[in-house]
């Protein structure tokens, strides 16, 4: 149980295009997704939560207008890089939990590696 | 806000030695710890958590005790293995609402035959 799908798992896409990546809980309802960004051989760096029905919360740093997020349902977040740049170029990784407690577990998607030319 | 202190990796081991990666967290309030590993281009997968002091949390011969007075979850194996090559990134949940776990640095670990 408790599993969080991506898609897609790699995309690679021409500068100034707009690329969506998809996150989906299969077998549960998500109240709340994150999403990350990661570089090579770094950390996580969240980029944003985001509730259902709700706008988006970006963390400092992070454009909105760039990284859209939009929360659906329960069990979608779609997360989209307009006008990509080569810099966007990055491993994104969303995460959804249930419910609203910050103890409760995160899980994890397997992650989207975007390339932009 | 919450923050994590991982030792610097990499960390390379022969296999079937003894692995030691140590994290102190700084969290207010009761946190949850967990361990996540990444593989190789994967996402995170939760390894083992811990909800309470002197907890210890465990999977796949893994261990890790919660220990507040020290404010540590060290992660341990008694005998790793080649397949336990990957990243582990040490975090602790917060309780005062809605907030996402916040990773450090992460530890590469290299294990070799």
Redesign the interface.
């Known amino acids: 149980g408790a599993v969080v799908s991506q898609h897609p798992s790699w995309v690679i896409c021409k500068s100034g295009t707009s690329v969506k990546i998809e996150c989906r809980s299969l077998d549960f309802q998500a109240t709340t997704m994150f999403w990350y960004r990661q570089f090579p051989k770094q950390s996580l760096m969240l980029m944003a939560t985001s509730n259902e029905g709700s706008k988006a919360t970006y963390e400092q740093g992070v454009e909105k207008d760039k990284f859209l997020i939009n929360h659906a349902s329960l069990t979608l977040s779609t997360l989209t890089v307009t006008s990509a740049h080569p810099e966007d170029s990055s491993f994104y990784i969303c995460s959804a939990r249930v419910g609203t407690s910050g103890n409760n577990e995160q899980f994890f998607g397997p992650g989207t590696r975007l390339t932009v030319l | 806000g919450n923050s994590v202190t991982q030792m610097e990796g990499p960390v390379t081991l022969s296999e079937e030695a003894f692995l030691t990666i140590n994290c102190t967290y700084t969290a207010t309030g009761y946190?949850?710890l967990?361990w996540?590993v990444q593989y190789p281009?994967?996402?995170?997968?939760?390894l083992l958590?811990a909800?309470k002091a002197d907890d210890k949390g465990s999977n796949k011969g893994f261990e890790a005790t919660y220990r507040k007075e020290t404010t540590s979850f060290h992660l341990e194996k008694g005998s790793v293995q080649v397949s336990d090559s990957a990243v582990y990134?040490c975090a602790p949940?917060?309780?005062?609402?809605?907030?996402?776990?916040?990773?450090?640095?992460?530890t590469?670990l290299s294990v070799i035959a």
């Open positions: 946190p949850s967990f996540y281009g994967e996402g995170l997968q939760l958590k909800t990134f949940s917060s309780n005062s609402g809605n907030t996402p776990l916040v990773f450090g640095k992460g590469r």
